[in-house]
């Protein structure tokens, strides 16, 4: 194989090792992701109360695991972040929490075929300086039929994963060089599905 132009990290996070949280486990979770939800600066918004937290596949990249996290409140608002952690001696430990919200959601988006949350939890440099922002991203299709959701950056794939309960997680490499994660949903035959940027692009002044 001849070397390479597009020199960048790929598969750099581990597939995802767990089943969806439960249990216990959930409560514990449930309980850093609802203490960072209260830290939330609303800007004066009502938020209201946190409903049924729906969580994501795992990923571990760089020794610490992320769980994504979403909730509609009963003001109608989407709350999401993650609950990341390292793995000590006695299980757990060194926990880290993020939570933001939103009104747009996929029902005022009817558009939409891909619902998508993300933030950066890292960086990884280059060849000449030239840096990624490491990208949680976490979602559900909007569209039937999907298997399988990638990331990829000037069409390299750079991460994938399986949807587990019609949800998935991907961790991978975004702004660099001057390109841009896309998410892409295939079918079981490797048919595309949907295709969304991270991205929303300004409408054209009239």
Known sequence: MPPTDRFVISFAAE??????VYGRWAETLQQQFL?????I?????????AGEIAWFPDRTWNGRTYVPAVARTTTGFELFGFVSFTLGPGGPEDFDTRAEFTAE???????WKLDL???????????DGNVADMTLVWGVPLVPGGAIVTA???DLAVDQCPLVSERFTLLAPDNYRGDYLEVRLW???AHELARESLYVEDEEES
């Open 15 to 20: 597939p995802p090792q767990e089943p969806l």
């Open 35 to 39: 203490d960072a939800c209260h830290r």
């Open 117 to 127: 949350n993300d933030d950066i939890v890292g960086s990884w440099r280059g060849e």
């Open 187 to 189: 079918d079981r035959a």
């Open 105 to 111: 959601t996929a029902e005022a988006n009817p558009d």
């Open 152 to 154: 990829e950056l000037a």
């Open 41 to 49: 600066d609303s800007d004066g918004e009502d938020l209201g109360e």
